[in-house]
């Protein structure tokens, strides 16, 4: 059979920016031709790896014995701990996290060691035959173990400002509440994949499924004891990564460079799914407790707010992740007295890690719970007290962190999203239909959203990008971001595209690789266009800047008179093909290749005592959610959904869309649907699609009506954009406080008692508690 002839380009007209145009690789996804890891070509000589795992959450190792592994046909070689010729470590910020345990495990599915053999089902058998003696150790699991046994992964942080404690001892109303959070599964459809590849005088090119291909290099290069311009790691596009493959595909990168390096062949190391999430950490669990003072309007006076999260056995990014719970435990509201206490617990489960929000729908949902609460307490309309408590103009516009909010606009989309929802008008509707329901109860919740957009370790936010520009007017572009599915690739092509005045069609998109960018930043934060679009727009601009000096010389004009558009390079009636002009600019000796960089401006923050400026900007969403609930079994039917989401000016509005009505699912799955289920000795229950249920198209509802506010950013992002990964993900807490004002409406008075996810059991129960007026 002939090879397929290249697909050619779809031609793009000019400008490309804030135009809905179809992700990149959508032809691709839908004919099945767009390559991942393990669609690659497999070299000669390829071995496959798996990993032996811990089966016990806490023990010391006295013994291993491998012979069997090593005997087990097919087999080629094994490696533990003591094989490893650099550092036996993979944290990305304390170094806690060892490839392969040494004496002590603290997890079960910690890794032990690496088996390489001629086929996955030879590897994988083999690394079930390894026989190890345990000493076992007292487990802590969950965070009320951890609370008990006073086990910290890293010392508590606190914020306060005013007089929490005198205020609240002073306040006309005062109320006390809990909240229990769960994890979540990222669940990307690719799982965890890296396969490396040795090369001469000790290289290693690593194919890798991963957000942050300069940590994998790092780290990989580290355990091999190598310099890191040894490694070059690659990545084309991720099957979805949500945050969990920002630090946590170093190990498995790592395990098969080790194999390669010590076997001089290629070796590729893919999980199954049951391995998969067993392996990887989750989205932390939260425990919430608050303490809050309020006036008969809602309006609250003082906040005394406990955030305690489960962080697993290591480090990751716990630190950063707890910090922007505590950045985003104000929402979008003035709170005059205010302590958050955020306390990071060390428990002997998988370390949990990045996911899209990064702590910020945990503290989201612990502030909207109390206000929500307050509402129920009085009697009111949860809209009404939101609105009371949003921030205004001076003297109620600064976060507890003190980070001026000048850019409030959450009471604007809230009015129009009311009125455009006919929120009141169903809102009356659904008290009539109740009254006449005996089984089934509906509820309907409005919830705005303030997220803050930067990476909170300042030093992240940073970007660079490299741009050739060919003889032909073709453009090649190579950045340090990453496509998962996002559009990242489409956006920042739309950008320099527009640069240069052509079609989008003569922009290539090429894979990222750390040999060509260096030192990036993981694609995450919601900061992937921001950072890169800038930069591949500096880099681009410098190249423009470089034909525009030339030709301006040529024809006696000033390079300001300039103009590239469709195509071509005018100034009065002087007019070129960019084709001609870059082939008169090669002729010349003019460079046609630069690189370009981004900082982030404006960031400064204290990472001791948080106070600061953490972000460059917040974007900002609302949503009315509708749901119906059956109080005889708890089930739950999410009914209608109405989004107004701020993208400022966007740069590809079809893409956004898609974001947001993803992140809303995505969010919605977190606080209704997925339950992680460990056991008393820390064996995850939950590691399989059939014991882990993640939404489906059932669960969407017929009315889900998304529409995009157009405001610019009134900072300086590319084009005046706003992100969009990770804000619309806590738009869907208005599903969950719809689903408590269902379980209200079937009895009782006060506030709603439900932890999420809010599952059938849980709502049952909750019900079942208010009509039995125990409201526990």
């Known amino acids: 059979m002939s090879a397929r002839p290249p697909r050619s380009p779809t031609p793009v007209p000019f400008p490309a920016t804030h135009q809905n145009i179809r992700h990149d690789s959508a032809p691709l996804h839908v004919a099945g031709t767009a390559r991942y890891v393990d669609d690659m070509p497999e070299p000669p000589g390829l071995l496959h790896v798996a990993l032996g795992q811990s089966a016990k959450a806490h023990a010391r190792i006295l013994s291993i014995d491998l012979s069997a592994v090593r005997a087990y046909p097919g087999v080629v070689a094994v490696v533990t701990s003591a094989d490893i010729p650099g550092v036996n470590d993979v944290g990305p910020v304390v170094a806690d996290d060892p490839i392969f345990a040494e004496t002590l495990v603290e997890y079960v599915g910690q890794s032990l060691f690496a088996v390489a053999a001629e086929t996955r089902i030879a590897a994988r058998a083999a690394a079930r035959l390894a026989k190890i003696t345990y000493e076992e150790l007292p487990a802590i699991i969950t965070i009320a173990d951890a609370r008990a046994a006073d086990s910290h992964v890293l010392p508590p942080k606190r ?24 994890g979540q599964d990222h669940f990307y459809l690719e799982g965890q994949i890296s396969m490396a590849i040795p090369g001469e005088d000790g290289d290693m090119h690593i194919l890798c499924s991963t957000q942050h291909p300069s940590e994998v290099q790092h780290l990989v290069a580290r355990a091999l004891g190598r310099p890191d311009n040894h490694v070059v790691v690659e990545v084309r596009r991720m099957g979805g990564g949500f945050g969990g493959k920002e630090t946590q595909a170093s190990l498995f990168a790592a395990a098969a460079s080790l194999v390669a390096d010590r076997t001089g062949r290629p070796a590729k190391l893919r999980l199954d799914r049951d391995d998969d999430m067993v392996m990887t950490g989750k ?16 309006r609250i006076l003082a906040l005394d707010l406990t955030l305690e999260s489960r962080c697993g056995m290591s480090t990751d990014l716990s630190g950063a992740i707890n910090d922007r719970a505590v950045f985003h435990a104000d929402n979008c509201y003035f709170l005059p007295n205010i302590r958050i206490t955020s306390y990071r617990y060390k428990t002997h489960t998988v370390s949990n890690t990045a996911f899209r929000g990064f702590g910020g729908p945990q503290g989201m949902l612990a502030i909207e719970g109390v206000v929500d609460d307050i509402a129920h307490h009085l009697g009111r309309d949860p809209l009404a007290v ?11 516009d600064l976060t507890p962190y003190g980070m001026k909010v000048e850019d409030f606009i959450a009471d604007s989309l809230l009015d129009r999203l009311e009125s455009s929802s ?20 509906r509820g309907i919740a409005c919830t705005p959203v303030k997220f803050g957009i930067s990476f909170t370790t300042s030093f992240l936010n940073q970007a660079g990008a490299l741009i050739q520009v060919y003889t032909d007017g073709s453009v090649l572009l190579n950045h340090g971001g990453t496509e998962m599915g996002q559009g990242l690739y489409t956006k920042v092509a739309q950008v320099v595209a527009d640069v240069f005045g052509i079609g989008l069609d003569r922009v290539r998109i090429t894979a990222t690789r750390t040999d060509k960018v260096p030192n990036t930043s993981a694609t995450a934060a919601s900061a992937g266009a921001d ?15 470089r034909l525009s000096t030339f030709i301006a010389g040529r024809w006696g004009v000033e390079p300001s008179a300039l103009s590239f558009a469709h195509g071509k390079v005018t100034a009065g009636e002087h007019a070129i093909r960019f084709d001609d002009l870059v082939r008169q600019a090669y002729l010349a000796r003019i460079s046609l290749s630069a690189t370009g960089f981004y900082a982030t ?40 959904v109405d989004i107004l989401h701020d993208c400022g000016s966007s740069l590809n509005p079809v893409l956004d869309r898609g974001q947001v009505e993803g992140a809303y699912v995505q969010g919605m799955g977190w606080l209704i649907l997925e339950e992680l289920v460990f056991d008393a000795a820390g064996r995850l229950c939950t590691h399989a699609p059939s014991t882990y249920k993640i939404p489906g198209c059932g669960d969407i509802p017929d009315h889900f009506k998304v529409d995009l506010v157009t405001q610019p950013n009134r900072e300086e992002t590319i084009h005046r954009s706003k992100a969009v990964g990770e804000p619309p993900f806590m738009l869907a807490i208005s599903a969950y406080h719809a689903i408590k004002a269902a379980v209200a409406a079937a009895g009782g008075s006060g506030p709603v008692t439900l932890d999420a996810p809010a599952t059938p059991e849980r709502v049952l129960m909750a019900v079942r508690a208010r009509q039995s007026g125990t409201g526990v």
């Open 159 to 182: 914020v306060e400002r005013g007089d929490p404690l005198g205020t609240l001892a002073t306040a006309p109303y005062r109320l006390t509440g809990h909240l229990a959070m769960g």
């Open 283 to 298: 989205r932390h669990d939260f425990e919430v407790a608050y303490d809050v003072g309020f006036d008969a309007d809602g």
């Open 386 to 396: 939101r609105r009371a408590n949003l921030y205004g103009g001076p003297g109620r």
């Open 422 to 441: 006919a929120y009141q008008a169903r809102r009356t509707a659904i008290a009539a239909f109740n009254a006449a329901s005996p089984v089934l109860k």
């Open 531 to 545: 950072l890169n679009g800038m930069a591949s727009f500096n880099a681009a601009r410098t190249i423009r800047d």
């Open 601 to 640: 401006p404006k960031i400064d923050v204290d990472k001791e005592t948080l106070i600061g400026r953490p972000f460059y900007y917040f974007a900002y969403g609302a949503a009315v959610s509708e749901v119906v609930i059956d109080t005889l079994t708890g089930e739950t039917k999410l009914l209608a």
